[in-house]
């Protein structure tokens, strides 16, 4: 059973940087694509960020582009995330899935995370 858990959400202000991980068991994190989705109050859930098996391959939603890094190393995905806004406040969730970190903006993750709370105060 693929269980994800998240790490490193919390309480900033406008401007601040925060960094999420994020660490997986029941599947080696080398075998998946991973990556990242937020939801903001009375919002659905939308694709932020995502990177392949490798890590070769990264896409961006628009909306954090230049802002926010994914990366991965054996153990963990990291989302570092810079110049923090309101509307960046929401529940973050981890997600993996065995097809291409490319189409991971545009299909349904088959494992997700409990999700960690970002709250970005101005």
């Known amino acids: 059973q693929v269980q994800l858990v998240e790490s490193g959400g919390g309480l900033v202000q406008v401007g601040d940087s925060l960094t999420l991980s994020c660490v997986i068991s029941?599947?080696?994190?080398?075998?998946?694509?991973m990556g990242w989705f937020r939801q903001a109050p009375g919002k659905e859930r939308e694709f932020v960020a995502a990177i392949s098996p490798k890590g070769r391959i990264r896409d961006y939603a628009d909306a954090v582009k230049g802002r926010f890094t994914i990366s991965r190393d054996n153990a963990k995905m990291v989302l570092q995330m810079t110049d923090l806004k309101s509307e960046d406040t929401a529940e973050y969730y981890c997600?993996?899935?065995?097809?291409?970190?490319?189409?991971?903006?545009?299909?349904?993750?088959?494992?997700w995370g409990q999700g960690t709370q970002v709250t970005v105060s101005s």
């Open positions: 029941g599947r080696p994190l080398r075998s998946l694509a």
């Open positions: 997600a993996a899935d065995d097809r291409a970190a490319e189409v991971m903006s545009v299909i349904q993750p088959d494992y």
